[in-house]
Each structure stands twice: as C-alpha cells, then as structure tokens.
C-alpha cells in the first residue's frame, strides 16, 4: 500500500484535525466490523482521503460514537459510521490482498504470503460483492508487470495504469459524477506511483529492480523535474475536484489535494538528498 495521501497538520484548524482523525478512526472501526482485526491491520491513509471525498460529495446518513480503542486507551475519540465507509473499507481489503500477493511473487517474502493468507477468507467475501473493482486491480496488476519486464521509461505508460485502477475504485456509483470520480483517482492515481517510485529509487537501483525514474535519473534537475511532474498530477486532479458540489469538509480536502500530498514529497526529497550527500 501507498499512504502517500495525507493532511498537512500545520496548516489545519484543531476542529479540522479533529474531523479528519473521526475520519480516520471512522474507517479503522469500519475495518474492524467488517474484516476483523487483520482487516484493521492493512488501514491506509490514501483510502482515507478517498472516504472524505465520497462523503463531501454524497453525504450519507452518519452515526457518530466516542469510543477507546488500542491506539487511544486513554481518551474517548469520535468515530463516523455509514456505508460510505463501509464501501471504502472493502476496497482498502481488495487493494491489501493484491499488494501483499504481488510483493509475495516479487520478492518471495514470506512475511507477506502469511499476511495475504490470512485475509484470503475476507478478501473472497468482499471481492464477491465488486467484481468490477477486483476486475480492475487484476488487470492492473497483469498490465504493470508487463511493463515491468519491458522495462518501459514511459512515465504515463507505467503511471497511468494505476491511476485506471484507482478510477475504477473512486467510482462509488454509475451516476453523474461517475466521470469526475474517475478523473480525481486517476490523476491521483498517477502521482501516487509516480512518488512511490521516486521514494523507492535509491532501493530500487541498489537491487536491480524496475523504476520508471531510473532513465531520468541522470538529467540535470532531475529532482525539480520529478516536482513538476508531479504537481502537473494534482493540477489536474484538483481541477476535476474543484467541479463537484461538495461543501462538507471541503478546506479539509483542499488541504490534502493542494498541501498535504507534497508533505509527503517533501520528506521523500529530503531522505533522498541526504542519501546522495552520504
């Protein structure tokens, strides 16, 4: 899994943390109900995202509880219930599943087999209810690692196909805002593996393995390059947000799309500098 998709915490209101933390804890107890504790286990911070998106948009019927739980044994938090959350804490066991099956075949860690052995039950239950997501990660999957052994330098060859799966999982309905949910994951899509594997790239190379970035590399600019890509991404992603009607929790969104997700970069560019410099 990513996780690349996060607030900025700096430039949050204490009531919008708040809001996105019942978010958060909204979908971990979703996981808990629904998958058990190792559904609880694969929680992901870019499915989070994806939650206040179709909430903003939808806005479902919620409950709302304060509960304890193990990450805060020692003060209630707010957990938000609906089917929303529900819808993304199936797609975040679909998306588990895979990523540990395809990191077992890759590297033949046995750590992830016996992870993705133990969810196969959940994962069987909840791929029957989306056979059209679970058609759309299947493919993905088969279409990256023939781009993985072509060994493509095409940024949206590689890209683009996660940012098809991850339209096909932000489709909540076939209604009219289908078109522009797709457009949002699949931008979004794009930078998430396009940052994944600028993140990877010193790993990668050290293990001879595939990474698109591997070709630019040696451009002078290289990482301001990598930086204009990547904003290009969620220029466009943003642009097809900025079309849907939603006011709930809507700064807490532009927060994430136009700050939060370069957090991430930023501490992915610095890792890397220091890297080169040692």
């Given amino acids: 899994m990513f996780g690349y998709v996060v607030v900025n915490r700096d430039e949050l209101k ?19 109900e629904r998958h058990g504790i190792r559904g609880q286990m694969t ?5 989070v995202f994806l939650a206040l998106l179709l909430c903003g948009l939808y806005e479902p019927h919620s ?12 003060e209630k938090h ?41 969810l196969r039950g959940r994962y069987r239950r909840t791929a029957a209810q989306y056979p059209e997501q679970v058609t759309g990660i299947v493919e993905y999957l088969r279409k990256l690692h023939r ?3 072509a060994d ?26 289908e078109d522009s949910l797709r457009t949002i994951g699949f ?12 993140d990877d790239l010193a790993e990668d190379k050290k293990k ?22 990547l904003e290009m991404m969620m220029a466009e992603c943003s642009r097809e947000f900025e079309k849907l009607p939603i006011l709930q929790d809507v700064n807490l969104l532009r927060n994430i799309l136009y700050a939060g997700v370069f957090t991430r970069y930023t501490v992915c560019r610095k890792k890397r500098e220091e890297h080169n410099d040692g």
């Fill in 78 to 118: 707010e957990i938000r219930s609906n089917e929303v959350l529900d819808y993304v804490a199936d797609m975040n066991i679909l998306l588990a599943y895979h990523n540990l099956r395809d990191d077992w075949q890759d590297d033949r860690n046995v750590v992830k087999k016996v992870s993705s052995d133990l």
């Fill in 152 to 177: 493509s330098g095409n940024l949206d060859e590689a890209a683009g196909l996660t940012g098809e799966m991850m339209g096909t999982l932000f489709a909540y309905r076939h209604d009219e805002w």
């Fill in 187 to 198: 931008y979004l899509g794009k930078f998430i593996y396009l940052l994944d594997a600028y």
């Fill in 14 to 32: 204490i009531k919008e943390y708040r809001t996105y933390r019942s978010y958060y804890c909204g979908l971990c107890h979703a996981l808990r």
């Fill in 63 to 74: 409950t709302r509880m304060r509960q304890r739980c193990i990450a805060h044994p020692l």
């Fill in 208 to 229: 001879g393995q595939y990474n698109v970035w591997k070709s630019y590399e040696h451009r002078d600019g290289f990482d301001d390059y990598v930086e204009k890509v």
């Fill in 147 to 149: 781009v993985e052994r």
């Fill in 43 to 47: 929680l992901n911070f870019d499915m």
